[in-house]
Each structure stands twice: as C-alpha cells, then as structure tokens.
C-alpha cells in the first residue's frame, strides 16, 4: 500500500481564518513532508519531518506552523494567510535514509484558495 | 542559477515513439535521483528511482543516471496518449532536501 491520504481536497478561507490540513500514511515510513505548488511551477519543499521531529524548516512564514503528532500523521495549521498562499498544499513520505533520500510518494493535495 | 534544469517543453512524440527526457543537476555531491508524473491537477506520482550510475529499467521506461556528467534522463518506450504529462525530475543532494526541476511537458500524438 503506498497510500498517502490528505484532507481536506479543497479549503477556501479567509485572511483571517484559522485552519488545519492534515495528512496521513500508514506505510512505516518515517520522514514526512509538505511542499507548495502553485500552477506550472514544481513542488516547493516547506518542512520535512524525520522520526517525528522538524529536520527542515525552508525559511516558511510564521503564519504556517506544521505540526506530527506520531509517527503516521502530520499537520499544516494556517494562521492569517495571504491571497498569494493560495496554492496546492502536498504532503509525501518516505523512509529515511542516511544521506539523501528513499523514494517519496505524494498525497492528492488540499487546493486551498485565500479570499 | 537552478539547481535542476530540465527542458520546459512541450516535447511532443507520435504514438509508440520513443519520448526521451532529460534533466541535468548542479550539486555534484547529490545522490538520490527520481522521476515523477503530474497530470494536470493531480499530485506527483513516482515513476523511477535510480542511486548509481547507468541504466535501471521498469516496463515501458528506462532512467539512465551519469554522475560524471551530473545528468539523468528518462526514456518511455512505445509512448501511449496517457503518457502525456509533465515530467518532474527530482534529485536529493543533502539529507531528505528534494529539489524538483522546472519540469518536461510530454504531448503522445495520436
């Protein structure tokens, strides 16, 4: 199974809003990630996870504040966000490995739009 | 200058040709590199993983990777109007950093 389930598909929320994505796997893998993506451009990494613990933090906003609660689950929660954050939000996994990495498999994506 | 550079496309190929992708990278210490396959709107899906030099094979495709020359491709036998996508080459150079190229965006012919 190389299921990675996000929720939700679609978020619209305002400037003022807070809310949370989440995403979950349960293949064993350890290390877990958010990218952006907005469209025609690649994925953008925001945060990985390994064992449970940030190891990347790539300079984001305040206003997006990750969360894993164990080891098959990880959050975005999103405070106060701009109309430019509107993008689509992916979560992947992979296995750690020492140096470089193990192959990551995507979630669907939440598609968020800010009003 | 981009760390992973790849053709934008589109690299358009008649039915059953033989579509060739490449993707060259700077970090010469990277050691991880991968393929995926985005359809519009979708998420990426991996498509090949390869770790050492030369060719590594999977059904229909085919990753060659050449450290020396910091350049990996990825050949699709028999192209199908399903292939058509975007291409993503991705390569890991520090711990568990993926950095994704620009992507390739493949029109099959019918």
């Known amino acids: 199974d190389t299921e990675v389930t996000q929720t939700p598909k679609h978020l619209v929320m305002g400037m003022t809003n807070k809310k949370s994505l989440k995403c979950e796997q349960h293949?064993?893998?350890?290390?877990m990630y958010w990218y952006k993506q907005k469209a025609k451009k690649p994925p953008e990494l925001m945060f990985v996870y390994s064992y449970e613990k940030l190891s990347i933090n790539e300079s984001v906003p305040s206003r997006f504040s990750p969360e894993c609660p164990n080891s098959s689950l990880l959050n975005l929660h999103l405070h106060a966000l701009q109309p430019e954050d509107s993008a689509l939000y992916l979560c992947a996994s992979s296995q750690v490995r020492t140096s470089g990495s193990y192959e990551q498999y995507f979630g669907p994506g939440t598609r968020l739009t800010v009003t | 200058q981009k760390e992973v550079e790849q053709n934008s496309g589109p690299l358009s190929v008649p039915e059953g040709a033989i579509a060739s992708l490449n993707c060259t990278y700077s970090?010469?210490?990277?050691?991880?590199f991968f393929w995926y396959r985005q359809y519009s709107g979708k998420s990426p899906e991996l498509i090949m993983s390869i770790y050492s030099n030369g060719d590594k094979e999977d059904g229909r495709f085919t990753a060659q990777l050449n450290k020396a020359s910091q350049y990996v491709s990825l050949l699709i036998r028999d192209s199908q109007p399903s292939d058509s996508a975007t291409y993503l080459c991705?390569?890991?150079?520090?711990?568990?950093?993926?950095?994704f190229g620009t992507g390739t965006k493949l029109q099959v012919i019918p």
């Open positions: 970090d010469r210490g990277s050691q991880s």
């Open positions: 293949m064993g893998h350890r290390a």
């Open positions: 991705a390569v890991t150079g520090g711990y568990q950093k993926v950095t």
